[in-house]
């Protein structure tokens, strides 16, 4: 076994271990992903005449094997490789001679590790795209039920006006569609072929970019090789931050959620396949995946910022650096999507004590209501005001929780909505399914014969 940079030298044991760091265990996950990547480097150097049509069946053999077993995890990584790059040219020189030693000829590790993260990334953030959308849509669900469900609205944890649960439940909807875009544009960012950018300037070889870029089906070339290098980091950090952002609206409502099934509330009740007893209080049910979802958008914002602070002040070109990208971008994109699909089962198993929200509204809540019923009657604004304002809820008229039904101008609790949210929901799910199916289709590469 050798590192790709080897040059016969020996290293000393805490050199090595900091230098190699956990890159064996976070390459794992890259190894399917690499194979995929040399697989269209392969075919594009025999292309050019640099691999023979032998050699090229012989590696596009090995790395969809690779492939296959990186996918059920049996392949390994040892420590003395380095990292997974190494292990899979080791393994290809092992199995097939030549065509192994053959395999790195156009490339360095630098645009084969950007290629390796790049293919995982755009799953993974696809991966996150669609459990919003399904969060999105139990938020729809609930808002639609809850559409009548009359509860005090509130501004600075003190009640507020009447309002309505669906037309809490609408407000988180649209927010995390308005997500929706800082998701696909950076999508577009990663979604950008690195390979043929070598270690930033190049290689004296007639190499097809765009050729490589097509198989693996990218939306498109990066195209100057010293911005391929100097994007490195850059594209994880904006990945996590429109991934956190996403997260931090559920972390929000995480909180509410937490608030209004308290006991002292109880407008909601949670499953109990979302909260956990108490090691030592038996009536106790904690809402522990909504805590969860909470810190874990935190973290989320934690390693979007680790990352930033890696790349931001580095000169151009690579710097080792750069390798302390790797995990906070790996593990960040793996907890949000874990985020997402647990906050659903969340909503899946809401109840809603409706009797219990419509007795919470106080009489003074709508008092905003009669300050506007008495300007409807000629009175101006500010006398309206201090006439209630000396006694708000003495001042108020008919049923405070039935009060938001008055306010049917766009986007009020009584003209809620959701049909254009609904809309946003079904061109999201759109974007997601042909894009999936464009990205899946690399996987051809692995399949099909030379």
């Known amino acids: 076994m050798s590192r790709l940079w080897d040059k016969g030298d020996a290293l000393d044991e805490a050199v090595e271990r900091f230098t190699v760091g956990d890159d064996p265990r976070l390459d794992l996950e890259l190894v399917a992903h690499d194979a995929l990547a040399s697989a269209a480097h392969a075919r594009m150097l025999a292309e050019i005449g640099i691999l023979d049509a032998e050699e090229l069946a012989g590696l596009l053999r090995e790395l969809a094997t690779v492939a296959e077993e990186a996918g059920r995890g049996a392949f390994p990584i040892q420590r003395a490789d380095e990292d997974g790059h190494t292990a899979l040219e080791n393994r290809l020189t092992e199995r097939l001679g030549d065509a192994g030693r053959k395999i790195h000829t156009g490339r360095s590790r630098n645009d084969q590790v950007i290629a390796a993260v790049r293919l995982w990334g755009r799953e993974?953030?696809?991966?996150?795209?669609?459990?919003?959308?399904?969060?999105?849509?139990?938020?729809?669900?609930?808002?639609?039920?809850?559409?009548?469900?009359?509860?005090?609205?509130?501004?600075?944890?003190?009640?507020?006006?009447?309002?309505?649960?669906?037309?809490?439940?609408?407000a988180h909807a649209e927010g995390l569609l308005d997500a929706v875009p800082w998701l696909t544009t950076a999508f577009e960012h990663i979604d950008r072929s690195p390979l043929g950018s070598a270690s930033g300037f190049g290689v004296p070889l007639p190499l097809d970019r765009r050729r490589v870029a097509e198989l693996l089906r990218f939306g498109g070339l990066q195209v100057n090789t010293l911005a391929v290098q100097n994007d490195r980091g850059k594209t994880e950090a904006l990945v996590l931050t429109a991934v956190a952002t996403a997260a931090g609206d559920v972390a929000r409502l995480a909180h509410d959620l937490i608030l209004l099934s308290s006991d002292e509330l109880g407008w909601i009740r949670l499953s109990p396949e979302v909260t956990t007893g108490s090691s030592i209080m038996p009536q106790k049910r904690n809402p522990d995946v909504l805590e969860l979802a909470r810190a874990g958008a935190a973290r989320l914002r934690a390693k979007a910022a680790e990352v930033a602070a890696v790349y931001a002040p580095l000169p151009s070109g690579y710097h080792r650096d750069l390798q302390l990208t790797k995990a906070p971008f790996l593990e960040g994109m793996a907890g949000a999507a874990d985020?997402?699909?647990?906050?659903?089962?969340?909503?899946?198993?809401?109840?809603?004590?409706?009797?219990?929200?419509?007795?919470?509204?106080?009489?003074?809540?709508?008092?905003?209501?009669?300050?506007y019923r008495r300007i409807g009657d000629g009175t101006p604004f500010r006398t309206a005001y201090r006439e209630v304002g000396a006694d708000p809820a003495g001042s108020v008229r008919g049923e405070p929780s039935e009060a938001w039904r008055q306010r049917t101008h766009e986007g009020a609790p009584g003209a809620l909505d959701t049909a254009a949210d609904r809309r946003r929901l079904e061109e999201a799910r759109s974007w997601l399914a042909g894009t999936r199916e464009r990205v899946q289709g690399a996987w051809q590469l692995l399949a099909e014969p030379a």
Do not use: I, N
Not at 127 to 140: C, D, N, Q, S, Y
């Open 124 to 170: 993974a953030l696809l991966a996150v795209v669609g459990r919003l959308l399904e969060v999105v849509a139990g938020l729809l669900e609930l808002a639609d039920e809850h559409r009548e469900t009359s509860v005090p609205g509130y501004t600075h944890t003190r009640q507020a006006m009447p309002s309505t649960l669906g037309h809490l439940f609408a």
């Open 339 to 371: 985020l997402f699909a647990a906050f659903r089962v969340a909503l899946d198993g809401l109840e809603v004590d409706r009797p219990r929200c419509r007795a919470a509204v106080q009489a003074a809540t709508a008092a905003t209501d009669e300050v």
